[in-house]
Antibody
Framework: QVQLVQSGTEVKKPGASVKISCKAS????????LHWVRQAPGQSPEWMGW????????KYSEKFQGRVTIIRDTFATTANMELSSLRSEDTAVYYC???????????WGQGTLVTVSS | DIVMTQSPDSLAVSLGERATINCKSS????????????LAWYQQKPGQPPKLLIY???TRESGVPDRFSGSGSGTDFTLTISSLQAEDVAVYYC????????FGGGTKVEIK
């Protein structure tokens, strides 16, 4: 069965960077895109960007351009998302999600809580 | 960016009754290459990730009960729960995926 398993909770200080991993299994990794979506407490989800797992091409939301980097490791069937220059407003649960060929998000990871606090 | 606006913010419905959630997009979400509206609905329960219910406006994801249905076109869309069950208490989000991805503000569904 399709599974996306993310790395664990992170606590970071303002200005630091965080890297979250997403391990995919149960399907051909390079056949589906992986997206990153975050959700601040009490807020609706916010799309951050995606990676074409076949060729490694990426597209990022303008809001995060310059601060976010998504890479993939096809041998490890893993995608990693790094967010830099963290501030308190980046406190959120971060999700990876699989992109269906018709672009909707059909499977989601369990989420990774990132807390940014001095 | 396409802005998604949901209404109402919250909704209390008796068990077995109908719940209707509306979603309006600031511009068309029609993908002209295949004439499909790229509009999805997700259900989210506390402490869980969003779960895909409906995509392409009206296609139920595998395993989703048929009491959930989606409709609409252009810029106006609706999610209907025909007979509310206790397990349907959740926040529901619409999402467009024709131009990047944006989510609505959410509608909290509770039991009256």
């Amino acid at each position: 069965q399709v599974q996306l398993v993310q790395s664990g909770t992170e606590v970071k200080k303002p200005g630091a960077s965080v890297k979250i991993s997403c391990k995919a299994s149960g399907y051909p990794f390079t056949n589906y895109a992986l997206h990153w979506v975050r959700q601040a407490p009490g807020q609706s989800p916010e799309w951050m960007g995606w990676i074409n797992t076949g060729n490694g091409n990426t597209k990022y939301s303008e809001k995060f351009q310059g601060r976010v980097t998504i890479i993939r490791d096809t041998f490890a069937t893993t995608a990693n998302m790094e967010l830099s220059s963290l501030r308190s407003e980046d406190t959120a649960v971060y999700y990876c999600a699989r992109g269906h060929s018709d672009w909707y998000l059909d499977y989601w990871g369990q989420g990774t809580l990132v807390t940014v606090s001095s | 960016d396409i802005v998604m606006t949901q209404s109402p913010d919250s909704l209390a419905v008796s068990l077995g009754e109908r719940a209707t959630i509306n979603c309006k997009s600031s511009q068309s979400v029609l993908y002209s290459s295949n004439n499909k509206n790229y509009l999805a609905w997700y259900q989210q329960k506390p402490g869980q990730p969003p779960k895909l219910l409906i995509y392409g406006t009206s296609t139920r994801e595998s395993g989703v009960p048929d009491r959930f249905s989606g409709s609409g076109s252009g810029t106006d869309f609706t999610l209907t729960i025909s007979s509310l069950q206790a397990e349907d208490v959740a926040v529901y989000y619409c999402q467009q995926y024709v131009s990047d991805h944006t989510f609505g503000g959410g509608t909290k569904v509770e039991i009256k």
